[in-house]
């Protein structure tokens, strides 16, 4: 509990007040603590999804199975269910965990490799450890991923239409990714001693390309998830 509770001062920290965050920022491996915070918030992350798959799909499918069962039937048939439920969420938790885990560490340690290189061959100096620790942090931008899981769940109870969904997926990225520009910048800033100009700037090379994948995304793999959530 007290973990949690730390992880979300820090988080309320980066999140309002992040030139502060940034300026009392105490360089330590990034291994620490911000290898944790970057962990429980691809974890917590996890939860919520596994919650939107196991409400959207398998309570979808396993509802039509039981509808016929009443009475002592039920009360026989229901501890076995609600132990395959369980089960199966475990199982949904463990794979999504794995996917979060790995992809969050991988493309935020990749943005902190590029930006270092970028300023390295600009000529400034600055840690690569301290920028693997910036980066980490800015996964904080990653927790409000939980509000499109509920959108999710709202649009496949019919009380939201897919169109409007995609309309509030594709402006939350775009608030998602503009905020850690923010973010990124400011680490670059206290990192390599380069002026506001220049950090936005360099900085703009990975913030193109979430935006570039969020084109991708957009095009290919939304008509893949009106099947699953409509």
């Keep these: 509990m ?30 620490a603590d911000a290898l944790t915070f970057l962990l429980i918030t691809a974890w917590l992350v996890t939860f919520f999804a596994t919650v939107m798959v196991f409400i959207t799909q398998l309570i979808a499918l396993g509802s039509p199975l039981i509808s016929d069962i009443k009475g002592f039937g039920l009360l026989v048939v229901l501890p076995v269910l609600l132990t395959l439920m369980l089960v199966f969420f475990m199982l949904i938790l463990l794979i999504l965990g794995g996917v ?23 000529g400034k100096k600055g840690s690569l450890n301290r920028m693997i620790q910036s980066t980490f942090y800015s996964s904080a ?4 991923l939980i509000i499109v899981f ?3 769940i709202i649009t496949k109870r019919g009380a939201l239409s897919f169109e409007l969904f995609r309309v509030g997926y594709n402006f939350f990225y775009f608030l998602m990714v503009l905020y850690v520009y923010g973010l990124w910048a400011i680490a670059v800033r206290k990192n390599y001693q380069v002026s506001r100009p220049l950090a936005f700037v360099g900085t703009l090379v990975p913030v193109l390309g979430l935006l570039i994948f969020g084109l991708i995304f957009d095009k290919i793999a939304f008509s893949k998830i009106g099947k699953f959530i409509t």
């Design 150 to 152: 509920l959108l999710m």
């Design 100 to 122: 979060f885990v790995s992809g969050f560490f991988v493309a935020l340690y990749l943005v902190a490799l590029v930006l270092h290189y970028i300023y390295s061959v600009l």
């Design 2 to 31: 007290k973990m949690l509770q730390t992880y979300l001062s820090t988080w309320w920290t980066i999140m309002i007040r992040p030139i502060y965050f940034y300026t009392k920022l105490k360089e330590e491996s990034w291994r």
């Design 141 to 144: 931008v990653l927790l409000p």
